[in-house]
């Protein structure tokens, strides 16, 4: 018996740790069994790793040392909850996973996507998401919902979002091209309406998968 899993990805500021949160309540509520999940982070070895990666003071941190890290977390994150759960039956809902590594260090950071696919091989070993979900918005307003959030919570994890401009659109531009690849399993979600437009998009896209499922 294996599970569904699911993966939220975009840009900073669009709103998929939100949709995250409410596409696992409103699978709950549908009586099935949901483990939620974030990169980098997810398990308490990779929190630890998370502040590496993601704290202010590590301008220092070389793109290749972020990528093995990132990975790192993934691979035990892969270990120790995801394919536990889903050879449960579950249904995995991650906050982010490999598509966001070939963006912001394949794309952005100019690694390339064969080292990100080579080490992907490696840490999660054939993991795949069943069904992605693209929260799109454009580069200026993301960036700015997420300097706004990271000034009213006096946030240090903000190394990625303190990145400029170019690369922020090297991103976004990158995930509509992970979308043209693979229509099948990555969906564009327009993340520039209103949160409850967004949940509905997004449940109109997973529904299918779920009711097949069971």
């Known amino acids: 018996m294996r599970g569904i899993f699911l993966t939220l990805e975009g840009p900073e500021g669009s709103g998929k740790s939100t949709q995250a949160r409410l596409l696992a309540s409103r699978l709950r509520s549908a009586g099935r069994t949901v483990l939620e999940t974030a990169e980098p982070g997810g398990t308490p070895i ?3 790793i998370r502040r590496v990666l993601l704290d202010s003071k590590n ?3 070389c793109p290749t040392a972020e990528l093995l890290l990132m990975f790192a977390c ?3 994150n892969v270990d120790q909850w995801i394919l536990p759960a889903l050879s449960r039956g579950e249904i995995v809902i991650s906050d982010r996973f490999t598509d966001s590594t070939l963006v912001y260090q394949g794309a952005a950071r100019g690694l390339g996507a064969e080292v990100v696919y080579e080490i992907d091989r490696i840490a999660c070993r054939g993991v ?3 069904l992605t979900l693209v929260i799109d918005i454009d580069t200026e307003t993301g960036l700015e919902r997420a300097r706004k959030r990271n000034r009213a919570t006096q946030d240090v994890e903000t190394r ?3 990145q400029g401009l170019s690369f922020h659109r090297k991103v976004h531009d990158a995930y509509h091209q992970l979308a ?12 520039a309406r209103d949160e409850a437009a967004v949940a509905q998009d997004v449940w109109d896209a997973v529904r299918p998968l779920v009711e097949s499922a069971r």
Request: cysteine-free; glycine content about 8%; proline content about 7%.
């Open 160 to 162: 990625l979002d303190e």
């Open 74 to 76: 993934r691979a035990q």
């Open 59 to 61: 301008s220092e941190l």
């Open 180 to 191: 043209a690849d693979e229509p099948r399993r990555i969906k564009l979600i327009d993340g």
């Open 128 to 130: 795949v998401p069943d």
């Open 46 to 48: 990779g929190l630890q």
